[in-house]
């Protein structure tokens, strides 16, 4: 069989610590767990904020160019009901 790993020691607070984990471990402190946690919530909270601005400009660019269409269409409509209104005084029909 092969030799075990060399554990790499180091010298922390006046403790030895083993970099294969034990007793001596280190501990998270508060600051590192609110950013290991807060930074990735800050982050998707500022992915949805630009997909929802994103999908706004959207949305209100298809609304912009359906009234438009809309608004061309009514405009092809009356031009079409004054022109048969005119073929209908000229045929007396109206």
Same mark, same amino acid.
């Given at each position: 069989m092969g030799r075990p790993p060399k554990v790499? &020691?180091?010298? &922390?607070?006046?403790k030895v610590c083993?970099?294969?984990g034990g007793e001596n471990e280190t501990q998270m402190t508060n600051a590192q767990l609110y950013l290991a946690v807060g930074v990735p919530i800050l982050f998707n909270g500022l992915l949805f904020v630009?997909?929802?601005?994103?999908?706004?400009t959207k949305v209100n660019h298809l609304e912009t160019k359906f009234d438009a269409n809309f608004n061309l269409l009514v405009g092809k409509l009356m031009e079409m009901d004054?022109?048969? *209104? &005119?073929?209908? *005084?000229?045929l007396g029909i109206g």
């Open positions: 790499q &020691k180091t010298k &922390k607070r006046g083993e970099a294969g630009f997909g929802f601005t994103m999908l706004l004054s022109r048969l *209104s &005119k073929v209908e *005084s000229k």
